[in-house]
């Protein structure tokens, strides 16, 4: 399993980012995606999630209506497009994934993980 985030940057409040999370190693279809978000000396927060066929989607609250996360299943990629970003957005966001083995086990895989950082 390979999860590889991109589209991080330094960016102004107010403006916007998209990023993306190139998935392989899996039948990416199967599975809903999750994105992450962590800061220094804090938990990891769930930001965004989608369904296995992108019927749904759930936020945290502190980025309900600012923030849409999508999937393009041909492509094996999930996106998270940020709109109307404030400083306090800024942290590392994660790809994450959680699979199943045979066995019934579950087993988180994370991306390495890409910088946002909105400047005041």
């Known amino acids: 399993v390979q999860l590889v985030e991109s589209g991080g940057g330094l960016v102004q409040s107010g403006g916007s980012l998209r990023l993306s999370c190139a998935a392989s190693?899996?039948?990416?279809?199967?599975?809903?995606m999750r994105w992450h978000r962590q800061t220094p000396g804090k938990e990891r927060e769930l930001v965004a999630a989608?369904?296995?066929?992108?019927?749904?989607?759930n936020y945290a609250e502190s980025v309900k209506g600012r923030f849409t996360i999508s999937r393009d299943n041909a492509k094996n990629t999930v996106h998270l497009q940020m709109n109307s970003l404030k400083s306090e957005d800024t942290a590392v966001y994660y790809c994450?994934?959680?699979?199943?083995?045979?066995?019934?086990?579950?087993?988180?895989?994370w991306g390495q993980g890409t910088q946002v950082t909105v400047s005041s």
């Open positions: 994450n994934v959680e699979i199943r083995n045979l066995y019934g086990r579950s087993f988180e895989y």
């Open positions: 190693g899996f039948p990416f279809s199967n599975y809903d």
């Open positions: 989608i369904s296995s066929a992108g019927g749904s989607t």
